[in-house]
């Protein structure tokens, strides 16, 4: 396959239902240099499986330029799920892959895995223990990124699990990792972390791909403390809710309450399950793997929790809480509240004012401010 292939291929992906914009790509260099690494270690017979793909790239790209007739797939996003969904229809792909969660139904009897690298060393190592404790004998993790996000702990965290771990050259920004010759695994798997959080009294369960781990994040700790004022409510929503703290602390105090806890990362819905079932409150509080809360109805809930994506740099941040904030406008009640906590300096008074509806400052410490607004 040449560069033009894949290149015409990769042009007619779409990142819809994510942010579409010209400068903005449904792939990148990693995508291209994981698949022609890929040809030098696959037939068309090879069992491949692929991790982490973003918008369909590599699994489509597998499909297309490595011969093979199925792929396995696992994406963390449901927007990428989703953007994978609609790519494998415009290219006549359906049915040609199968997603499946991170584990053996992804894994069992594959000889190929086509990794993009996760940020976070802990969701590598929950992947590279998963390929060494499921994948064929003798398969080949080859694990791609962008130079720049690239660290030598990612490299020791899959030396950990593979005997042989070797960067190839780089190109166009991006190298590979070619990890083989699995080590033994351990009997029980690194993740899930599950363990008290003596300050709440409460156990958090935590895969690795999770926010903040099995710790507790110091916002949420902050929106925490305003437990007592907020409404009783018939539906509340932890939006975000990755290891599920908010939803499990509102279950135990609102006890008629509906809790319902979503994020967009499958990691935080296994996580926010794992948490519910170890305190209890399985049959209380549901779990929904979504984008921002797009299977509720609107109008349903009469009170949002929410901790907003912060970290992520500039624009990323504030598009991503923009649209926490749209999601909650559209599926609170007339009257129902919407709960933040956020960086103080970011400044989204006013936007939660326009979007949702009167809006006052609840408190404000000195790194964070929580706000109360209420759904005209
Ligand atoms: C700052 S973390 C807060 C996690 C958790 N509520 C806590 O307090 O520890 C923000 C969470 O929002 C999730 N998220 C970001 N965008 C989302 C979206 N569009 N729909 C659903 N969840 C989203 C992320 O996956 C992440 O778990």
Redo the contacts with the bound molecule.
């Keep these: 396959m040449t560069e033009l292939d894949f290149g015409a291929l990769f042009d007619s992906l779409s990142r819809l239902p994510d942010v579409e914009a010209d400068n903005l790509q449904a792939y990148d260099a990693t995508d291209r240099l994981l698949l022609e690494t890929a040809v030098g270690f696959s037939s068309p017979r090879t069992r491949i499986a692929v991790i982490g793909d973003r918008y369909g790239a590599l699994t489509l790209g597998a499909l297309a330029g490595l011969g093979v007739e199925h792929v396995r797939v696992h994406q963390d996003l449901f927007t990428g799920r989703l953007a994978l969904q609609r790519n494998a229809q415009m290219a006549g792909a359906e049915g040609r892959y199968s997603p499946h969660e991170l584990g053996r139904e992804l894994l069992e009897g594959v000889e190929l895995v086509l990794l993009q690298l996760p940020k976070a060393l802990a969701e590598l190592e929950e992947t590279a223990d998963a390929v060494a404790r499921f994948a064929a004998p003798g398969a080949v993790l080859l694990a791609g990124g962008r130079v720049k996000h690239m660290t030598v702990g990612m490299n020791s965290v899959l030396e950990k699990y593979f005997g042989s771990v070797q960067p190839q050259l780089a190109r166009q920004k991006s190298r590979i990792l070619v990890a083989r010759d699995a080590r033994p695994v351990d009997a029980a798997p690194p993740f899930p972390v599950v363990g008290p959080l003596p300050e709440l009294d409460i156990t958090v369960s935590a895969q690795g791909a999770v926010?903040?781990g099995a710790r507790l994040?110091i916002g949420?700790r902050y929106l925490l403390t305003f437990l007592d004022r907020m409404p009783q409510a018939r539906c509340v929503v932890?939006?975000?809710?990755?290891?599920g703290?908010?939803a499990t602390m509102v279950a135990m105090r609102q006890k008629e309450a509906r809790v319902i806890a979503?994020?967009?990362?499958a990691a935080?819905v296994a996580s926010a399950r794992g948490t519910a079932m170890a305190n209890g409150l399985a049959g209380r509080i549901t779990v929904l793997h979504?984008?921002?809360m797009s299977s509720l109805q609107p109008a349903s809930a009469d009170l949002i929790l929410l901790?907003?994506?912060?970290h992520l740099g500039a624009s990323v941040h504030a598009g991503?809480a923009l649209?926490?904030f749209e999601a909650a406008a559209r599926v609170l009640a007339p009257g129902g509240e919407l709960w933040t906590v956020y960086n103080s300096h970011l400044r989204y008074r006013p936007t939660l004012e326009r979007l949702i509806g009167p809006t006052e400052e609840e408190g404000r410490n000195p790194k964070f401010t929580v706000t109360r607004s209420r759904k005209r």
Excluded at 307 to 310: D, E, K, T, Y
Aim: with cysteine; net charge negative.
């Design positions: 926010f903040a994040d949420t932890d939006l975000g809710c990755g290891t703290i908010l979503t994020d967009q990362s935080a979504d984008d921002a901790n907003p994506p912060f991503a649209r926490m």
